[in-house]
């Protein structure tokens, strides 16, 4: 680990408890965190990037120097000190892939599915994504923002302090606008950063039932231009499947997209292998997401190009699918893989990262370091966010959570209950 230091700078950190003991309000905007262990999660040939007995030190809601507590730098002595009591700081979580911003539920579904159902049938008979568009295109701005905010807050309580959010269940100009600006109006004044994707090419609409290239000309020539115009929009999302758009649609979009100066991220090869993954890798997409039916050429088309794979164990437990990603190829060709939670109403109706990474540790066999960083380090990079949150070093935001555990490994071990001490959202 390399100690650095910066400049010091003025002004206030923000800190949000998660419950348990609040974090010290930093009047003069520096404070030393020391006393326990730092998983900086930077790639320094320790496993977790750990410093057993570390300090780290926040300024204006920046961290201004990281390292062992007996290398800390005299200019920080009088600093106050907020005490990690033997647990552990690790970055921030990062959720890099939700459909937070839905109404109603689909129980139904998932009773359905249990009963011999299957997800494509649900979709092909109506139900599925767009029973859930109809539900939001019903719903007004104010119920979005309640029930997402409901959401968030559960995400937050487990140490999420970035949070990517889909449009995809409005699929008019109006509702798919409605929805990023929920999402953006989520990351006012919840103690999360948002990144909002528009999801348009989620499903064909039924007003464009049976022309689906019409509806994507509507998403190229309408929708798009807007939501970059009103800055509403991040990147640029789309379902390619079988039961949603093909490769040429999705590269049609993504041709759009990327003349508009966006970024793409792709849901790819989840029911079966489209070719998804490499067609991502072809436009350079930040991510290739699900990846279940993935091909090793699609693992080594992501590599080249420098595409995350974002891993969604809720989903792949949630449809009961028959196979899952090719981890093997993804570490062969040295593939980053993040890990998320895609928390929406119907494949993956999730609401704890915490509980995304045990689940790809179980199902996936993920080691508990690959999941944290899935979640850390791996999922910025997923975003686009990588120079700026995901690990702890000097001059990141100072996102921090800081657990009661004796290891990190820990945060993927519990299944369900752990809570972070406090989570503090940096600038
Ligand atoms: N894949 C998914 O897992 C979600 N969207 C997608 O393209 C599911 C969305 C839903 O079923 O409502
Ligand atoms: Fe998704």
């Known amino acids: 680990m390399t100690a650095a230091s910066v400049e010091p700078g003025s002004g206030t950190a923000t800190s949000h408890p998660a419950g348990g003991t609040a974090g010290r309000d930093l009047a003069d905007g520096t404070a030393i965190y020391q006393g326990g262990g730092i998983a900086t999660m930077v790639r320094n040939g320790e496993p977790y990037g750990a410093i057993a007995d570390g300090a780290l030190a926040v300024q204006d809601g920046r961290i201004v120097w990281v390292g062992p507590r007996a290398a800390l730098p005299e200019q920080f002595a009088g600093a106050p000190r907020i005490d990690l009591a033997g647990g552990w700081l690790t970055p921030g979580l990062i959720d890099c892939h939700t459909h937070l911003v839905f109404a109603g539920e689909r129980s139904a579904e998932f009773e359905g599915r249990l009963l011999g159902g299957s997800y494509e049938a649900a979709a092909r008979a109506g139900g599925g994504i767009l029973s859930t568009v109809a539900a939001t295109r019903a719903a007004t701005e104010t119920d979005l923002l309640a029930t ?152 080594r088309a992501m590599s080249q190009a420098g595409t995350v794979a974002v891993l969604l164990p809720g989903a792949y437990a949630t449809i009961g699918a028959a196979q899952p990603p090719p981890i093997a190829a993804f570490r062969a060709h040295g593939v980053r893989m993040a ?31 690959e999941a944290l960083a899935g979640v850390t380090r791996e999922a910025a990079a997923a ?38 001490r406090q989570v503090t959202l940096g600038k």
Not at 153 to 164: F, H, I, K, N, Q
Not at 395 to 418: I, S
């Open 148 to 299: 997402a905010a409901a959401r968030l807050a559960r995400l937050r309580a487990d140490g999420v302090t970035t949070v990517e959010i889909k449009s995809g269940y409005g699929l008019t100009l109006a509702d798919e606008l409605k929805m990023l600006r929920v999402a953006r109006a989520l990351g006012h004044g919840q103690g999360v950063r948002v990144r909002t994707s528009l999801l348009a090419a989620h499903a064909t609409p039924p007003e464009f039932a049976g022309r689906a290239d019409a509806y994507l000309d509507h998403i190229i020539a309408d929708i798009l231009p807007v939501a970059v115009a009103e800055g509403l929009a991040d990147a640029v999302d789309a379902f390619a499947e079988t039961i949603a758009f093909s490769a040429d649609q999705v590269a049609r979009l993504f041709t759009a997209a990327r003349a508009l100066g966006l970024p793409v991220k792709l849901h790819a090869d989840q029911l079966s292998d489209g070719g998804g993954a490499a067609l991502a890798a072809s436009f350079g997409a930040l991510s290739a997401d699900h990846l279940e039916y993935t091909s090793e050429a699609g693992a």
């Open 383 to 420: 975003l686009g966010l990588a120079g700026d949150v995901g690990t702890l070093e000097a001059g990141r935001a100072a996102d921090l959570t800081v657990w009661d555990v004796r290891h990190p490994r820990e945060l993927a071990y519990w299944m369900g209950g752990l809570r972070p």
């Open 339 to 369: 890990v998320a939670t895609d928390c929406n109403p119907g494949s993956s109706p999730m609401g704890s990262l915490l509980m995304a990474m045990n689940l790809a540790c179980s199902l996936f066999r993920l080691t508990p370091e």
